[in-house]
């Protein structure tokens, strides 16, 4: 069964530092997708990067950036010069290619501080 | 802007009530679904559907059945509320598999 962990249930950083938060997954097919969500306060949730498997460069979206480790099945999030509206719950997920069902991590709280 | 509208933000309803949380799209998405997510266990699928009047169950179907007489609306029932269904429940909608969701601001149900 696939599955998506993340490890870290929250985190902190100062406001203008970087940030790393960590997602792993299990699965046995060969395509797939990764995502990133973030849902602040308001419970919006938002789309942060997406990540193609069979795409070896790293997605980037101006300050978020992943680390993406294929053969270790690891879909790392980076937060560059964090800013206080960064602070959320941060969702990784995962789905096979051709499927409608996402599977979702458990959530990494953010917290950051100024 | 593309919008998923949940009906309701906040909802208290009495146990053994049949509730019906309601959820609408505007992107002409064929793919909508319900989760509900609970602290510490992320989110988990409910049910979805991929076409007008077609619903395929999800990992937690049980208690729960679904609606979508509309391609922009799809309903989510609670046939009998009960108290260990007191969640936050997230509608989204997808265009294709793949490409991400795009979500509502979810539904607090309070069952009581």
């Known amino acids: 069964a696939q599955t998506v962990t993340q490890s870290q249930p929250e985190m902190s950083v100062q406001e203008a530092e970087t940030v790393t938060l960590s997602c792993t997954y299990d699965t046995s097919e060969s395509d797939y997708y990764l995502f990133w969500y973030k849902q602040p306060p308001s419970r919006q949730m938002i789309l942060v990067i997406r990540q193609e498997a069979y795409k070896q460069q790293n997605a980037t979206e101006n300050r978020f950036s992943v680390n993406f480790q294929k053969a270790a099945k690891s879909f790392s999030l980076k937060i560059s010069d964090s800013q206080l509206g960064d602070a959320a719950m941060y969702f990784c997920a995962y789905n096979a290619g051709g499927t409608y069902k996402y599977i979702f991590g458990t959530g990494t709280r953010l917290k950051v501080l100024a | 802007d593309v919008k998923v509208t949940q009906s309701s933000r906040y909802l208290v309803k009495r146990t053994g009530e049949k509730v019906f949380l309601e959820c609408v799209q505007d992107m002409d998405h064929e793919n909508m679904f319900w989760y509900r997510q609970d602290p510490g266990l992320g989110l988990r699928l409910i049910y979805f559907?991929?076409?007008?009047?077609?619903?395929e169950k999800g990992d937690i179907p049980e208690g729960y059945s679904v609606s979508r007489e509309k391609k922009e609306r799809f309903s989510l029932i609670l046939e009998s509320a009960s108290t260990n269904q007191t969640s936050m429940y997230l509608c989204?909608?997808?265009?294709?598999?793949?490409?991400?969701?795009?979500f509502g601001s979810g539904t607090r149900l309070t069952v009581v």
């Open positions: 559907s991929y076409d007008v009047k077609m619903k």
């Open positions: 989204a909608s997808s265009l294709l598999t793949g490409i991400g969701y795009t």
